[in-house]
T-cell receptor, first 112, second 114 residues
Framework: SQQGEEDPQALSIQEGENATMNCSYK?????LQWYRQNSGRGLVHLILIRSNEREKHSGRLRVTLDTSKKSSSLLITASRAADTASYFCATGSKTSYDKVIFGPGTSLSVIP | DGGITQSPKYLFRKEGQNVTLSCEQN?????MYWYRQDPGQGLRLIYYSQIVNDFQKGDIAEGYSVSREKKESFPLTVTSAQKNPTAFYLCASRRDRSSGNTIYFGEGSWLTVV
């Protein structure tokens, strides 16, 4: 499986702090995506980074991709209580583009 | 509004019964997906379909079946062969490949075996 794996599994921070989550994967990819899931809900797409990109920003989100290490990180700056959720990375391989696999996720708690 | 609709939201099944979860999208997306999520866990791919009348097994297809007779519909049947079906099931879709493989999710269906 080319499943991405996030770490840490759980993260608890104070409001206003930055949160960093990491994702590792096993095979060559076309792109990597990050999603957010509030408890008991569907996932919401946050950001996509292509394999030829190294860094991407969207609002308070910053994503990096290191294809040599097969890893990505998601940084949420100036966290808010509303950022409390689970965050997942997802990858589609170069050989099986449509087969999108998700990692186990990082559960983020932002304490007001 | 455009989106992905899953039904029912909650479903109870007796052991030995087959149940079908509905997934409809009006986004005109080509690809559709079914994922299973166990409490506190990530998503595991059950089946996916790239076009009408075609679908592929994911990582945990055993005990499940799907059909893709229409572009907008991708129902999932949980058969009695699935020994531990209690889980949260998520349907998703993706536009054409030129848009990248950003996936859009429904709100999920909770299945409980009683």
């Amino acid at each position: 499986s080319q499943q991405g794996e996030e770490d840490p599994q759980a993260l608890s921070i104070q409001e206003g702090e930055n949160a960093t989550m990491n994702c590792s994967y096993k095979t060559s990819i076309n792109n990597l995506q990050w999603y957010r899931q509030n408890s008991g809900r569907g996932l919401v797409h946050l950001i996509l980074i292509r394999s030829n990109e190294r860094e991407k920003h969207s609002g308070r989100l910053r994503v990096t991709l290191d294809t040599s290490k097969k890893s990505s990180s998601l940084l949420i700056t100036a966290s808010r209580a509303a950022d409390t959720a689970s965050y997942f990375c997802a990858t589609g391989s170069k050989t099986s583009y449509d087969k999108v696999i998700f990692g186990p996720g990082t559960s983020l708690s932002v304490i007001p | 509004d455009g989106g992905i609709t899953q039904s029912p939201k909650y479903l109870f099944r007796k052991e030995g019964q087959n149940v079908t979860l509905s997934c409809e999208q009006n986004l005109n997306h080509d690809a559709m997906y079914w994922y299973r999520q166990d409490p506190g866990q990530g998503l595991r791919l059950i089946y996916y379909s790239q076009i009408v009348n075609d679908f592929q097994k994911g990582d945990i297809a055993e005990g499940y079946s799907v059909s893709r007779e229409k572009k907008e519909s991708f129902p999932l049947t949980v058969t009695s062969a699935q020994k531990n079906p209690t889980a949260f099931y998520l349907c998703a879709s993706r536009r054409d490949r030129s848009s990248g493989n950003t996936i859009y999710f429904g709100e999920g269906s909770w299945l409980t075996v009683v």
